[in-house]
């Protein structure tokens, strides 16, 4: 059975032990198409957000509240952002069209640019290195452990052309405060990183990983 190691494999995020439970080890990524209906999943977060882990779970961290996102990783200041707090920031408003299994989508999107979001828990890039901040990458996780990289660069406004946003609604409909926000990459011609109920985002550094390997 893959349960156990879908669990150890999910151990590091608050909200997986309880997820995992309430929505059922079947329903695992590798079960499902490669292009993803994620439907199974969508649960999962929101069910994490308000259930307790099992007394067996060895989760270190408190459970997500609902609509919470964790921003850490090589940041001075991590922190965490609910999608209510993200209403009251300053908006953009998006048009995009992707691909999905569905079909082709089209959006308007509404919402908070990824990069000031980051910019807050102060992203600590090699400022001795030229264009430190080009080594950064973000790694953002959403319901049912659904998970995606960005190259810092794709989201800062200093490098892209198109701006990633944390977005609260869509089509003028407010996401569920409990279910979080969605990211949108309006670069994207595939919804694959249109990451739903986001939980986490997670700044790195690649010279740890590449330095380590040579
Ligand atoms: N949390 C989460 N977000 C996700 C997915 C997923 O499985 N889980 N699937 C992605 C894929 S592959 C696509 S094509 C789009 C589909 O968007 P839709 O759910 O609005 O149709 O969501 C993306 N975001
Ligand atoms: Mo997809």
């Known amino acids: 059975m893959t349960c156990g190691r879908q669990n150890q494999r999910r151990a590091g995020l608050a909200l997986a032990a309880a997820a995992l439970l309430l929505a059922g080890c079947g329903q695992s990524a590798e079960t499902k198409g490669a292009d993803g209906a994620k439907d199974g999943a969508k649960g999962g977060a929101a069910a994490g957000a308000s259930a307790s882990a099992p007394s067996s779970a060895k989760v270190s961290v408190a459970p997500l509240g609902p609509g919470e996102v964790r921003v850490g990783g090589e940041v001075a200041k991590p922190y965490s952002v609910t999608l209510a707090d993200l209403r009251k920031l300053p908006q953009a408003s998006v048009e ?79 996401f569920d405060d409990a279910a979080g926000p969605r990211l949108v990459v309006p670069q994207d011609t595939k919804g694959g990183r249109y990451v739903s109920e986001l939980n986490q985002l997670w700044v790195g550094v690649v010279d740890p990983v590449v330095d380590g390997a040579k």
Do not use: C, M
């Open 96 to 174: 995009v069209k992707f691909t999905s299994a569905k079909g082709e989508q089209r959006h308007t999107y509404q919402g908070v640019p990824l990069h000031d979001v980051l910019k807050t828990a102060e992203p600590r890039f090699d400022a001795a290195k030229k264009n430190g901040q080009l080594r950064g990458f973000v790694s953002a996780t959403g319901g049912g452990d659904y998970r995606a990289v960005f190259a810092w660069a794709e989201i800062d406004p200093g490098f892209a052309k198109s701006q990633v946003l944390l977005a609260v609604s869509e089509d003028g409909v407010a």
